[in-house]
């Protein structure tokens, strides 16, 4: 009766998702029955199994005892990653496998959370003989992710210009820059806060007199409060300066890709597809060119180009100036006998955009890849097109986390693309554009907060405390070598080294993910660290945890976009 009671809610299951020892763990609610009850009763269903119930546990022979420990801890890992199944309801998976005619290429969860481009509503005729219309390819437009990063490299690094610091009550640590452009008689200003930048132009003529720092910090923000500002002559001050303004940009960019097939709707499905249809290589040679990775000296996006351990092959772009890694599921490591395939989902789990390539007429759901980094899909399926000659086209549908805002390109009426190029290109455009906007999400953008808010602290601190150290201030300690003088372009020092370590370690506090932490945790329970071993040519804004999600664990690593 217990067991059928169990079976009569198992799709009332509530799911939620918190780091443990071994990452993810799926916990769930049955009806009345309480989770430890639960938890509980289920390692002692297995200890009393059949296939151990006749075993004696405390046998005279030492490897008879080995052989049923090492199948009690089989069963109990079974266990635990049975739990974390995300299967379809097993009606739902049915209707969609017998449904007729053209299906979307994406389906909403039930639970909801996703928007989809183009709406389902919009769906109606799809053909590939429909009318195409949409933006020509030379309006497709790469969204910057800091459009203002470069104005003080660009307007203030090449003229004469002053910075100052200061603290304010309520705002915090303040770094001003004034640049005088006497050319056009116009006073640059750029106001450095936790929550942004502002800059502003003013022209002289609207001053009676030159304005102070807390004018000009005032125009800029009402908010500010301060009574002055120290001014900065540290004689590297632009050097930390370009370093904290360019923290988030980056030429960089890796995506992951998976391979749909026909009748495939979970994410074990999907991740365990080891050959490649000729279809899927011809899709592949549209976005890209399939390099060896061994000895391979571009952007790697966090893959092994030394030892192997990420696969021998790779998909690689780079694409108006930018440079891109794909990485595909069907060319990362296949492990047998995990059916999660923990070392494919350690990459593409950590990707924000990923782009699905379905064969056949199945749809993908918008929460099949169960990650906390996953935020946007791109999904492409090829069409026929038997009246014409080349007989065949493209369908393009956008699915993201309903706090991701919209970014372009826009999508044509009807989503079909019939020329290789513009396919490309849409795509290529799409990915950037949706990688940007995943940032400005809520966990995201949470996140960025308290790296800029750290950021900036340290830049405040290291410009006043060496500009004392310029003008002699005995109360201050000298500053040796070591701690940063002699090395600031060479990427050591205060500044530097605490800019390097905010970046890799940020991301630690759970309670800025809204990941509830674990409470007394053993010693052997404890998440596992370890270094990624790459070096990143220009930090990124996001934290270094690798997600999969169901088997997630807590690295100690770099962005997963800013990888090298």
Partial sequence: MEGE??????????????FGAYGGV????????????????????ILDSPATENKPFLSTSSNQRDTELFEIIEKLQGSRIDEQRC?????????????????????????????IDPPLERLV???????????DPQSYDIMEKDGEAKIYHEFFRSRYHHSFTAVDPALGPLVLSVCLEEEENKLRVILRMKECSLHGVFSVSLFPN???????????????????????????????????????????????????????????????NNEESEEFKDFLSILGETIELQGFTGFRGGLDVCHGQTGSEAVYTSFHGREIMFHVATKLPFTEGDPQQLQRKRHIGNDIVALVYQEGQTPFLSD???SHFLHCFLVVRRIERPEET????????????????????????PPIFTEQSMLREFLLTKLINAE?????????????????????????????TRSHCMMGDSSLPALSSSEGVRGVSEGSGGFIENFKRAIRVRSHSFETLGVPRKIAVSASQRPKTEKDGESDKSPGPLPGLSDTSGAAELKDQTSPQEET
């Fill in 210 to 272: 030159v304005p102070s720092s807390v004018e000009l910090a005032k125009m800029l923000c009402d908010r500010v409060t301060v009574s002055k500002f120290e001014v900065v002559s540290y004689l590297k001050a632009p050097d930390l300066i370009t370093a904290f303004d360019e923290h988030r940009v980056s030429p960089n960019f890796k995506f992951g890709i998976l391979y749909q097939k026909e009748g495939q709707l979970t994410e074990e499905d999907i991740l365990s």
């Fill in 436 to 464: 940007i906007s995943c940032y400005k999400a809520q966990r995201f953008s949470r996140l960025e907060l308290r790296t800029r808010s750290s950021l900036l602290e340290g830049l405040q601190t290291e410009l006043s």
């Fill in 5 to 18: 009671k169990r079976n009569d809610t198992s799709f009332s299951r509530k799911r939620s998702f918190t």
């Fill in 368 to 370: 099949v890849i169960k």
């Fill in 26 to 45: 799926d916990k769930f609610t049955c009806g009345d029955e309480a989770r430890p009850e639960s938890a509980q009763g289920n390692i002692l269903d």
């Fill in 125 to 135: 005729d799809v053909s590939p003989t429909s009318s195409h219309s949409g933006p």
């Fill in 390 to 413: 080349e007989g065949i086209a493209y369908q393009v549908s956008v699915t993201a986390r309903e706090d991701v805002p919209p970014f372009g390109p826009v999508l044509p009426d």
């Fill in 87 to 115: 299967e379809f309801p097993l009606p739902l998976k049915s209707q969609i496998l017998t449904m007729g005619g053209e299906l979307p290429l994406i389906l909403s969860s039930e639970s909801g959370g996703y928007w």
